[in-house]
Each structure stands twice: as structure tokens, then as C-alpha cells.
């Protein structure tokens, strides 16, 4: 089976991941996207995201909290603020931050405080709401 490179890498951590892989299913600001070998040129935004990262028969999930994401029909590189393999993750940490964005919206809903504070707001519950799927923790 044909193979392409993956590389998924942080500015604080560096690299994350780096493999060849069989196909990636990610999401950008424009929809789902299905990586194969030798895909057409391409560059795009995610949006924060659970990777589907399909190799030697197996599919495994790694968090991205977004980023950029550059396609060759040999690589994919993925840059993003944050970025993480299922062991990484800390639950309870991500459930916490799921509940502090919650209250946040419905807070700031309420006092009818700025668009940008409840888009970051969901940003943040975005950011837990996929690290929670990788980790296959149903969602509160
Ligand atoms: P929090 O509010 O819990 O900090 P966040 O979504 O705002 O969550 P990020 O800004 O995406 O956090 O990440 C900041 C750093 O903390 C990154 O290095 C990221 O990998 C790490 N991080 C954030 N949440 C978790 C988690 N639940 N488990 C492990 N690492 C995490």
C-alpha cells in the first residue's frame, strides 16, 4: 500500500508526529478533508480537530487545537498552536476546560458581553470537545 509522510509539530513541543501513513481524514475551515498518497498540492486552515491518522491497517486519533496544514503528493505538514497523541492527553484537564467554556457562553450570553469573548469562548470548548474524542470520552 502507498505511503505518505506525515509530520505534526508544535512550537513548544516540536515534532509530535512523524510517520508514513496510508491516508489522514482532518477537518479545515472549508470541511473534511481525505488525505491520500500523492494528493494535489494544497494548503489550508484547520479547525480544532480530532486527526484520523490511518497506518499499517489501524486507524489511530491525535488532537490538533488547529493550524496549517501543507500538502505535497509526498508530505503533509501540520503546524498548530497545540497538538497532542491520545497518551498526552489529561482528561480531567480537558473536562474542566470543556465545563470553564461552557459557563463562559452561557455567562457571557447572558451579560451580553463581546462577540470575540464567546468566539474564543468556543474556541476553547472546540479545543476540549476534540481532545475528549481522542481520548473516546463521551462528551458531557
Ligand atoms: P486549558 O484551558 O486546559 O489550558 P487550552 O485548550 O486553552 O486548555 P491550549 O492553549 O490548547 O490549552 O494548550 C496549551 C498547552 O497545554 C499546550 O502545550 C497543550 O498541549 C497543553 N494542554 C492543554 N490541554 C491539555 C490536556 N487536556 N491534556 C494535555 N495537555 C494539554
Known amino acids: 500500500m502507498s505511503t505518505i ?11 509530535v508526529f512523524a510517520k508514513d501513513i496510508n491516508m489522514l481524514i482532518c ?24 486527526l484520523r491518522i490511518k497506518f499499517d491497517g489501524s486507524e489511530t486519533l491525535l488532537f490538533v487545537s488547529g493550524g496549517f496544514m501543507e500538502v ?13 497523541v491520545p497518551d498526552d492527553i489529561d482528561v480531567e484537564r480537558a473536562k ?4 470553564r ?19 474564543r469562548a468556543e474556541a476553547a470548548l472546540a479545543r476540549a470537545k476534540a481532545r475528549l474524542l481522542v481520548k473516546g470520552v ?3
Do not use: M
Open 5 to 15: 509522510l506525515l509530520e505534526v509539530a508544535t512550537p513548544d513541543k516540536g515534532e
Open 27 to 50: 477537518r479545515s475551515i472549508a470541511g473534511e478533508l481525505g488525505i491520500l498518497p500523492k494528493h494535489a498540492r494544497l494548503l489550508t486552515e484547520l479547525v480544532p480537530n480530532a
Open 72 to 84: 505535497t503528493p509526498e508530505k503533509i505538514t501540520i503546524l498548530a498552536d497545540s497538538a497532542e
Open 96 to 99: 474542566s476546560a470543556y465545563k
Open 101 to 119: 467554556a461552557e459557563d463562559r457562553i452561557t455567562g457571557f450570553k447572558n451579560k451580553g458581553d463581546t462577540e470575540i469573548d464567546i468566539k
Open 138 to 140: 463521551p462528551i458531557p
